[in-house]
């Protein structure tokens, strides 16, 4: 039985009534007795142990209570169950009923793909915060037959969220397909009295897991009748299963275990020399592993079987580069492969242009086009072969690349899914392409880039959406629900869906693929996949039907480049200018923003005169300097230059300029790294930022982990927006992070250093670093900020830091922010076409949102420059619920 300790006491000079208060919320009685705290153990809540920290099992609802009291913060997916008493003591918080009833078992099975580390860590540490044991199992489902199963903690594995492939390894498993080796695998898992799964993969794997959950009951009782599970292992199995039903089996126990300690952390000394132990027997068989006769014979008869069978909870998270995963916008690794094609293309820009030669690229993604849409949507490739899409494409790609090569294009690559097929079905080949485009006398080469897109680095999404679906998953399983769920992100919000839906339009969408209905096969693709290829198709006829003389002209735009550097601001110049001229609509660029215009410095664009920009991640045009604007002498210009519409690519800056505009209308594309701006998920730029922090990040953890007992603390830009500080320390795995949403004391630093304290006891090499925003702390240097941090170590570790500045901004754009450049540049050039007014056009979830200007004001805060309600604020604790 697991021992509880029944009275604790807290003594020291300057001990008030208050310093208990914390106690209270959480269900103890506290007794104030001349400078000391007695804190006593009762029916809604219990001292388990005194370590590293005081663990205290309580009662959830005190969990709002703490939160009234302002101890922890319940913003989003957080569980901050780790908190420090007025004392500096560390209170680690575990819930009644919780502990150790939920066994969960982590598998990645199927390809590999970037992200998984970052899931499998953030599942481990949710776990143990929970209370819940957890295993790894290793090399997929056949892990789980050959009884791979591995008890994890908290240090286990989770060092690897900025590799790739996965830690816990990964194979596709053939005895996994029959029921005999899924019974073996409900073996080895009921031995273990694990209850709850998490699965890592595609939609095989997906399937897989369904079916496990499926016969995991029959399996259970068919090896009960067998013998195969001892009595031992039914004792523990009957106990775990009481508690997850909230029964007790009330055992007694003799022994006398006692309770150790090991030193507070701050000072007074507070734990009780001699403590009163008594034993819960609502406790875990953990601590008391008392070994039982084992019967001769450990059959059951079919009535007491049933007191042994349990269910299995299943949890299903999308890991797979193709995407093409039904219910979900997201599947880990698709962000991080499109990264690597993306990178493969500039890398041929220049042999293109030196040679005037042309390419085709044939990219993964089995019979979904995903990763091939993506990359051609962001490289601005001439044409693109689909699977879910088959046609004339022999004409269409040789009427797209002859009007590339009559307008000067420089660089001609046209990209093939692997998957691609004929009307009838049959495959695509490469050679076939390249000989089709060889027939018109142009230099051409294949190149196959193969198993290199599932390697490398996660991307941030990969990293931050694998934190996000590691943390959805265990509040999952730890639900009182039995439906298998598999999460998802849609309409940018992580939440579950029905395993069985999604394996079953999975399987309806294979049925599909083989009937060759290509229509019904892409409707089953997401959203975003749907809405990517009409604007894909979109620039691609327009392009044809400019080149055979099937357009009016229709109006002119003006283009500015306004505000901060920002990456991606160029791929959006070159689709308004390609898209405005194959409609009808003359585009002038405007260079050096708003003092450009006043000056008078109105160009018009040739067709492809920025499409060797795409992936230059400056301003090609120059943003200028526009503060001080007058406004009226701009507004003359702008009745002078006779343009009827204008498209300002840029941040904030533009906002109180725009507004004051009369008579034309005006679309704001939200470029800027700081992700400010209302109107839209996220501004062309911040995902840039977001992957270049995230390398300099891993440098810094480098170094933090080679020197030892050494902390990095990383200064992000942003003004008083924290999003890249935060959503970059998610990804990044930072030990704690400043935001100026959030306001600080000095005292939250010593809190921060007491922390550290804490982990360089437990070990000196760990690669720890802090993100602080630039304006925390009233912006004092980051130099000072370390200081403070080190005065408090002790002794224990050092302090470095980096000041990323502009660097952050980044180089290349990185492939999300080139594709919702594209699909904005189009779309701004058709708001202006509608005569829409003034506004701001963003991607929100998976749809286009057009917002006027009055309500892109109103929910803006001028003073701090600042969107006023974020919705990604609500992660503000996640560091700190993983690390």
Known sequence: MQAVVEELLLSGDSITQKHGEIYELLGLDVVYDKGRLKIYSTNKAKIISIGAGIHIRACYKSMSRLATRGFVNLDGHSMPLEILDMMGNKIVVTFIGKENANRIAIVTSGGDAPGMNSAIKSIIRTGIKWGATVYGVYNGYDGLINDNIKKLN????????????????????????????????????????????????????????????????????????????????????????????????????????????????????????????????????????????????????????????????????????????????????????IHRVVEAIDHLMSTMKSHSRAFVIEVMGRKCGWIALMSALGCAADYVLLPEVPGDWKKEMMDAIAVGKKHGKPEIFVIVSEGAVEADGTPIRVSSVVEEIDKVGIEVRSLKLGHIQRGGPPSFQDRVYGTLFGIKAVETVMEPVDEPLMVRVFNDEVDTIDLREVVHRNEMTGVFEKEMKFPDVFKSRNEFFRLAYVYFRK??????????????????????????????????????????????????????GFEGLIKGQVVKAKLYEFSSDVNNGGSAIGVGNNSDIDIEELQRKINESGLESLIVIGGSKALSVIDKIKRINVIIVPATAHNNMPGTGVSIGSDTALNTILKMSDMSKLNSFSCKNSVFVIEIGGEECGYLSLMGGIAAGAFEVFIPERRYLIGNLSEAAQRLRMRFKESSRRGIVIFRNERTFCSIPTDSFCKVLKTDSKGLFETGYSILGSIQQGSNPSPTDRIYAAILGIEAVDLCVANRGVGVVGICGNSIKFTKIEDVLEAFDFEHDREKDPKWLKYSNICRSVE
């Open 539 to 592: 620039a691609l006829m327009t392009r044809v039907l400019y080149e055979n003389g099937c357009n009016t002209k229709i109006g002119s735009v003006g283009i500015l480049q306004v505000g901060g550097r920002s990456s991606g601001m160029n791929a959006v110049l070159n689709a308004i200018v390609q898209y405005s001229l194959t409609i009808g609509i003359e585009p002038y660029y405007i260079p050096n």
């Open 154 to 337: 908290w240090d286990t594995e989770t060092y690897y969220s900025s590799q790739g492939g996965t830690v816990l390894l990964s194979a596709r498993s053939d005895r996994f397909l029959n029921a005999k080796g899924r019974k073996q695998a409900v073996l080895n898992m009921a031995k273990k009295r694990i209850n709850c799964m998490i699965i890592l993969g595609g939609d095989g794997s997906l399937k897989g897991a369904l079916e496990l959950k499926n016969e995991f009951r029959e399996h259970l009782r068919e090896l009960l009748r067998e013998g195969k599970i001892s009595s031992e292992e039914k004792r523990k199995i009957r106990m775990n299963k009481s508690r997850v039903e909230g029964k007790v089996d009330v055992e007694q126990t003799t022994d006398g275990s006692g309770v150790m300690y090991s030193d507070f952390y701050g000072k007074p000394e507070c734990y009780k020399a001699n403590p009163t132990v008594y034993h819960d027997l609502n406790s875990s068989d953990e601590v008391d592993d008392e070994k039982m006769e084992k019967d001769e014979d450990d059959r059951c008869d079919e009535e007491e079987i049933e007191r042994y069978v349990y269910g299995l909870k299943v949890v299903g998270i999308p890991a797979s580069i193709d995407n093409d995963i039904y219910g979900t916008e997201v599947s880990l690794g698709e962000d991080s492969a």
